[in-house]
């Protein structure tokens, strides 16, 4: 299967920003997909500049409703009309930040599917439960509450510890995770879990790209840092296995 590099912008870019960096993503290899997801108001921008190219472009967080009173708020199906078919969940800052539980993850995400748009939802651990050995447990909890019944999308693990901190999980680690995920999916999902994409994110650079991305049950990589710089985001992305 392709390798999906999707790029989260988090709260960074400016307006200035958006032509260079589409025009540059000209030169991006064609056995990848590449996705980026910037603010909300960069959308419709990006989607003008990347308009006619392979490239697809997503948002950081929807609203669990179509529309209605909730101010600061922005809904899936606008999100898809700005031109997204992506849209990132449960990014462990949204859930610090923002203490957004599995279930809202999970209503999110059942919107996000309304709306046509293709989830990706992140999990992962903090170091203590790492530490104390509940990691696996963890992100099996995880999936377990925040994808609705016939979830069809993508699945990002992100160890917390591991997110711009410069700190990543051995292969080993990454390799058994994957693999955990994989299992987990399938006993949720059926056929659908045997096929869903799992990224990898957490301090994923162009140094250290390749060994993740070659690894079993990696499917691409969630990128955060690296992928404000067009050059790293392309270099990341060049390092993809060809599926
Ligand atoms: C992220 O925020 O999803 C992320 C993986 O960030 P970084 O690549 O900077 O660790």
Known sequence: MRQLIA??????GRLKDVA???AALGAAPAHIDLLVCPPFPLLVPFAT?????????????????????????VAAPLIREAGATYVILGHSERRADHGE????????????LSAGLTPI????????????????????????????PGFAGVVAYEPIWAIGTG???????????HATIRAALTTQ??????????????????????????????GGALIGGASLAAADFLAIAASAPRG
Not at 7 to 12: D, I, L, R, V
Request: with cysteine.
């Open 101 to 112: 539980t599995n279930a809202d993850i999970a209503a999110k995400t059942s919107a996000a």
């Open 167 to 177: 700190r990543t999980p051995s292969v080993t680690d990454i390799a058994t995770m």
């Open 189 to 218: 999902l059926g056929p659908t879990g045997a096929t869903t994409r799992i990224l990898y994110g957490g301090s994923v650079k162009p140094a250290n790209a390749a060994a993740l991305l070659a690894l079993p049950n990696v």
């Open 7 to 12: 790029g989260n912008w988090k709260m960074h």
């Open 49 to 73: 500049a990347l308009a006619g190219t392979a490239i697809a472009l997503g948002a950081q967080d929807c609203h669990a409703r179509p529309e209605g009173a909730h101010t600061g708020d």
């Open 20 to 22: 260079g960096f589409a």
């Open 121 to 148: 939802i992140c999990v992962g651990e903090t170091e203590a439960e790492r530490d104390a050995g509940q990691a696996e447990d963890i992100v099996r909890s995880q999936l377990m509450h925040s994808l609705p």
